[in-house]
């Protein structure tokens, strides 16, 4: 299975655009690029998901390279509650059962 | 919207006890899971069913065993609870297997002393 590398914390501003990166340097043609976050004492939240075009939703935006080794995950404006831990996975489409492989993820903290 | 719902929300078990943590989703979705994420650690695969009527291992299947008693419900099971059970375990459903955003439950948290 590709794996994921992502920074342990990074700090940003209230307010403030945040950029969180993600690498993935043995991606496969067929592994979709999925981000969830974890608020505290929460559940898993999905974020967003791309395979090789940008990706915009309404909480965030999907950067992929173009040799789709890294991606970034976009918060444009971060709020208090965007708090959380950030976790880049990869999901490969040819795969039988639905396993998601997460890492330990990007715990960011923002400052008021 | 109640979307996932976990139940017990905590528990404390005693070596070799048993329990069943309930999952139920309202959504209609066709695939649910269950995850265990131990302290500063992501969430890992116990088991999963694709649909009503099937499951299937995951990652760190053994010490557990699940049932799908109907496309709504998906339970999990410890036999014989283990301090290395020690976790908090995630429910999760998804319209199907294949690329869909997952949804997760809020969590039970599970001490076994």
């Known amino acids: 299975d590709a794996k994921t590398t992502q920074p342990n914390s990074m700090e940003s501003n209230e307010e403030e655009p945040v950029h969180l990166p993600c690498n993935h340097s043995?991606?496969?043609?067929?592994?979709?690029i999925h981000w969830y976050r974890q608020l505290p004492s929460q559940g898993p939240e999905y974020v967003i998901h791309?395979?090789?075009?940008?990706v915009n939703n309404r909480m965030a935006s999907l950067a992929i390279a173009e040799d789709r080794k890294s991606s970034t995950l976009i918060l444009h404006r971060a709020t208090l509650r965007d708090a959380a831990v950030y976790y880049c996975i990869l999901r490969d489409v040819r795969d039988s059962n639905y396993q998601l492989i997460w890492g330990a993820g990007t715990k960011l903290i923002i400052k008021p | 919207n109640a979307g996932v719902t976990q139940t017990p929300k905590f528990q404390v078990l005693k070596t070799g006890q048993s329990m069943t943590l309930q999952c139920a989703q309202d959504?209609?979705?066709?695939?649910m899971y269950w995850y265990r994420q131990d302290p500063g650690m992501g969430l890992r695969l116990i088991y999963y069913s694709a649909s009503e009527g099937t499951t299937d291992k995951g990652e760190v299947p053994n010490g557990y065993n699940v049932s799908r008693l109907n496309k709504r419900e998906f339970s999990l099971r410890l036999e014989s609870a283990a301090p290395s059970q020690t976790s908090v375990y995630f429910c999760?459903?998804?319209?199907?297997?294949?690329?869909?955003?997952?949804?997760f439950g809020q969590g039970t948290r599970l001490t076994v002393v």
């Open positions: 999760a459903s998804s319209r199907d297997r294949v690329v869909t955003e997952a949804f």
């Open positions: 043995t991606i496969s043609g067929t592994d979709y």
């Open positions: 959504m209609n979705h066709n695939s």
């Open positions: 791309g395979l090789t075009s940008n």
